[in-house]
């Protein structure tokens, strides 16, 4: 059972938005 697989996938997908939103910020 990896429940975790779908916190890390949201995880990752809101530290890419992140990170995707400081470099069009700047």
């Known amino acids: 059972?990896?429940?975790l697989d779908l916190v890390?996938?949201?995880i990752i997908?809101?530290?890419l938005?992140?990170?995707t939103a400081g470099s069009?910020?700047?």
């Open 13 to 15: 997908e809101r530290y």
């Open 24 to 26: 069009a910020s700047t």
């Open 1 to 3: 059972m990896h429940s």
């Open 8 to 10: 890390e996938l949201a």
């Open 17 to 19: 938005r992140l990170l």
